[in-house]
């Protein structure tokens, strides 16, 4: 088991990965693209706390995990950025734009503005013309270019490293799984889906039109043709209650337990 910092923020904080496992099948999950969905970084740290302690599990996989691809998003709208720093205020004026989001709870770019899940080259430009904005928002700026931003640029990186069979990127919420992107073909990851589906609860579907573009998962599924998923996890208004997080839990566990198994 190892910890590793692939390197930091605009605002200066470190994002982690951490990796393990001895078995043959190599599978990267990570979390919290955005802010204001940080429940899903404790639920993938509860994740990884019992992969550290499951043999049949560090046997047959080798596991990548990156806890919160966004961290500046989420101690913001978890109330970790003091309220007179320049990084808040900054923020603050930015979401001004959106006066019916709360902030800072329902903040959900990064420490720029930017929605990292919008900020990958798979259809990038469909993204802006889809969501129309000009500037730093507190969600669905697709941001100045593709990979502007180190979060996204770090985790491709880490991702081509890793070579991964499968992916699951957790997002909040609905209780829905996406696994398509563009009409590609990708051999079992409908299946394997599936599976997820039944001992979840959730619902196998597709991405609504207005998500479908620049996210991880559709990066993923463009470059690798292997199965990629993005799970959102747990019902109701972002960002989900914490006391909610043993119940969520226990829908998200048996998905990423079929994916680290592949049945
Ligand atoms: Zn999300």
Redesign the pocket.
Known sequence: MRSDILGYTFWGRPILCLQGGDGPRRVLICAA??GS?WITMLLLRRFWSEFCVRGDWRRAAHLWVVPCVNPDGCALSMGQVAPWSPQYLCARSIARREPDLPFPSGW?ANGRGVDL?LNYPALWDQAVETKGLAGPAPRNWPGPCPFSEEETRLLAELTVLAEPDVMVTL??QGEEIYWEFGGIPVAGAESLGRLMAERSGYRLTSVPPESAYAGYKDWFIQEFRRPGYTV?CGLGENPLPVRETDQIYRAVRPILRTALLGC
């Open positions: 693209h955005h969905e959900k899940n997002h909040a959102e």
